[in-house]
């Protein structure tokens, strides 16, 4: 999937918009923390805070200001201005928060005054992002084409520390993309049987339902990086 592709999707109002997403999203960080209790400071109101938190092709979702308002270091990768722009002039109003641009040859990095948010700029397959505590994988991975999952997989497992979590919503369906389809077989031989991650969580979230035009189902997975 190209640049332009992804343009053309955000000149009129994206497909991912139709459903109401921010209920699972918040529901899976919720059940990040049944799963894996230690990783957050339970019963505060910055429960996140010194955690850093990488949302991959992020787009404008607002996952960035739950996050947020839980004390996290915020990482965004998009490549679309457009995406970027409604972004930051939310996060600007929301958070009173102003944002400074730094440049590199064809890279950008938007970050806030207060160091808490950077938004990158480039082809996320340029990144070279270090201690991440959660990777938040709503629409990433679905995204990239299955010949390129390979390279994806080594770039999140490079940016994860020790006992980092990915949380993880794939797509079930027979075939096109994008979203592309990605089996819960898939996952475990990827992530689960290699030696560094360990599977906490797995469960399907909603499945296909043609007659009422729901033209695929969904997945979420909780793993956990063991060294």
Known sequence: MTESFWAQKWESTPGWYRDNP????KSSYEQLKTVFPDFVQSGSDSELAGRKVLIPLCGDT?????FL????QVVGVEFVQTAIDKLLARLEQRFQLQFNKEEEGDKKRYISNDKRVSIYQFDFFQLQETDVDIVFDKAAMVAITPDRRPEYSQIISTCLKKNGAILLETVDR??????????SSE??????????FELLFETVLYKAEPEKALLWGASLYILRKKD
């Open 62 to 66: 607002e996952a960035i200001d739950f």
């Open 22 to 25: 921010n209920a699972r999203w």
């Open 69 to 72: 308002s839980l004390g996290a």
């Open 187 to 196: 996952i475990k031989s990827r992530w689960y049987l290699e030696p560094k």
């Open 174 to 183: 027979e075939e096109g993309g994008p979203p592309f389809n990605i089996t």
